[in-house]
């Protein structure tokens, strides 16, 4: 499955920033579209679906957000939490 050309993103590999329900939903919904998705989250990784993103191919990366975590990304999705 690939996103509908009728509303086309700026590429094909997004950073999700937050890893709350929403970003979690954003990196899944991104992934399920077949795009290289990155989540980052300052914060600790929570167990109960960190093994669960990355068996969907979700490159995830928790206790930091910096800048550096744009590296190789196109555009950025901001968890609204």
Not at 42 to 63: E, H, K, S, V
Request: aromatic letters at 4%; hydrophobic letters at 45%; one cysteine or more.
């Amino acid at each position: 499955m690939t996103i509908d050309a009728r509303h086309p993103l700026p590429g094909t590999r997004p950073l999700v920033v937050g890893a709350a329900r929403s970003g979690v939903a954003a990196a899944r919904l991104l992934r399920r579209h077949g795009l290289d998705v990155r989540l980052v989250d300052r914060g600790a990784p929570n167990p109960a679906f960190t093994a669960d993103l990355a068996a969907l191919g979700i490159d995830c990366r928790f206790g930091s957000d910096a800048p550096e975590q744009l590296e190789e990304r196109d555009f950025v999705v901001w968890s609204p939490g």
